[in-house]
Structures are given as structure tokens and as C-alpha cells.
């Protein structure tokens, strides 16, 4: 499996932006998609959840209706790390944020997971 380490999560306030990162143990090109799944609190990993953004092998990405137009997904493949900017931020956004590696496009059970980032969107 492929070994996923995310950063970057915490404590922002409504109108904010965060950015996280994910940094893999192979490269970028030989994994079929990396993507972003926001966990809804206090939910078990994979469950109540879903993936808001995901960017493939060949660098198409694509992001979830909720998100799209504040959340990007992008990847630096020198350094095999993807990247999440999150921006215009709502407490709606609270969640435990899963940077996952779907290697070979064989479904989710199969994706290796990080540990997941707490992002708090708070006044």
C-alpha cells in the first residue's frame, strides 16, 4: 500500500482559507488518483463522508458541487505531494479532512488513507 501523511488542518475563521498537504510514498504517476474525503464529525472513517476533490494520474481534477469554485486540488510531482487550497471557508466545512491514494482505480477498498486533519471553521 501506499504510505499518506497529511498536513495542514486547524483552526480558522469563516471567510478563511487553509491549505493542506499530502505527501505520498510513490510517485504521483503511478497512482491512479489521489483525492480529498471530508469525513463528517464524529463519524466513522468512510462512512457519512465523501470525496470533495480528486485529481488523476494524468492531472485532470475535478471537485464536488459544494466546494467547487473555493476548494483546489493540485499536486507537485517533483515531491509527490498533493495539495488542498481551501479557500472563502464556512462552518459548514468542519470535518476531519482523509487525504486518500486510490492506486488502482479498483475502489475504495482498496484506497490507502492518512491519518486525517481536523479543519475547524469557527468565529
Known amino acids: 500500500q501506499v504510505h499518506v501523511v497529511e498536513s495542514g488542518g486547524g483552526l480558522v475563521q469563516p471567510g478563511g482559507s487553509l491549505r493542506l498537504s499530502c505527501a505520498v510514498s510513490?510517485?504521483?504517476?503511478?497512482?491512479?488518483?489521489m483525492g480529498w474525503w471530508r469525513q463528517a464529525p464524529g463519524q466513522p472513517r468512510g462512512e457519512a463522508g465523501r470525496?470533495?476533490?480528486?485529481?488523476?494520474?494524468?492531472?485532470?481534477?475535478q471537485t464536488t458541487d459544494s466546494v467547487k469554485g473555493r476548494f483546489t486540488i493540485s499536486r507537485d510531482t517533483a515531491n509527490n505531494t498533493v495539495y488542498l487550497q481551501m479557500n472563502n471557508l464556512s462552518p459548514e466545512d468542519t470535518a476531519v479532512y482523509f487525504c486518500?491514494?486510490?492506486?488502482?482505480?479498483?475502489?475504495?477498498?482498496?484506497?490507502?488513507w492518512g491519518q486525517g486533519t481536523q479543519v475547524t471553521v469557527s468565529s
Open positions: 510513490l510517485s504521483l504517476y503511478e497512482i491512479h488518483r
Open positions: 470525496l470533495v476533490a480528486q485529481i488523476t494520474s494524468g492531472g485532470r481534477t
Open positions: 486518500i491514494a486510490d492506486e488502482t482505480g479498483s475502489g475504495s477498498s482498496y484506497w490507502s
